[in-house]
């Protein structure tokens, strides 16, 4: 079957560094994608990745293992602001998105 | 402002009425999407069209209904809304279809099925 695997819940201190991580299993791949989301709100576009590698943008990079299935998104100088769900999906040979149930990272001052 | 709208904010609704969430772009995006959210699960596929006058299942499609009569309109019709139907439904689209293309979101519709 397919799937994706985040942790629920992070915790990290404003300024600080916080990785996050997502495995994944699906029928086919055509690359993953990372997506913010603020409680309420809907979901925001922050990566895509589809070869091996980082990719960084600004405070944000988002790794990818195809051999392993794996992804990270690394945030760095932390903010209140970052205070999110952080929805990891993977797109399969049928170019559907699977979702991972999200990480939920709080910030502390 | 470019981007989706989607109606009503939030609706409760009684068990085994008919409802219709709205969803409209202004993108000319080629994809839309019907999304729920909830609790302690990923968003989870209900249906899609890949362009105007197609539509597909996706994962979860058993209770809905969608029609794309044009390029803008993407309306999903729950035709006798039960209470496991109670979630966040997001409507989302993207430029291209069938293609690792990036999907944007709408606001989202809050339903509650009593």
Redesign the interface.
């Known amino acids: 079957g397919q799937n994706?695997d985040q942790p629920t819940e992070m915790t990290a201190t404003e300024g600080a560094i916080v990785q996050i991580n997502c495995t994944y299993q699906t029928s086919g791949f055509?690359?993953l994608?990372w997506y913010q989301q603020h409680a309420g709100?809907?979901?925001?576009?922050l990566s895509?990745n589809?070869l091996d590698g980082l990719e960084e943008k600004g405070r944000f990079s988002s790794f990818l293992s195809r051999s392993k299935g794996y992804s990270y998104l690394l945030l760095k100088e932390l903010q209140m602001k970052d205070s999110a769900s952080y929805?990891c999906?993977a797109?399969d040979s049928?170019?559907?998105?699977?979702?991972?149930?999200?990480t939920k990272l709080i910030i502390k001052p | 402002i470019a981007g989706i709208t989607q109606a009503p904010t939030s609706q409760i609704l009684a068990a085994g009425r008919r409802m219709t969430l709205r969803c409209t772009q202004d993108m000319r995006h080629n994809a839309m999407y019907w999304y729920r959210q909830d609790l302690g699960l990923g968003l989870r596929l209900i249906h899609y069209s890949n362009t105007a006058g197609t539509t597909g299942k996706g994962e979860v499609p058993d209770g809905y209904s969608v029609s794309r009569a044009n390029t803008d309109d993407f309306p999903l019709t729950l035709a006798s809304a039960v209470p496991s139907q109670t979630s966040v439904y997001f409507c989302a689209s993207s430029r291209l279809a069938a293609s690792p293309d990036t999907q944007y979101f709408g606001p989202g519709t809050r339903l509650t099925v009593l």
């Not at chain 1, 709100?41 to 576009?45: D, I, K, L, N, Q």
């Open positions: 994706i055509n690359g994608f709100e809907a979901p925001t576009f895509y589809v929805l999906a797109m049928n170019y559907q998105l699977i979702w991972g149930a999200g």
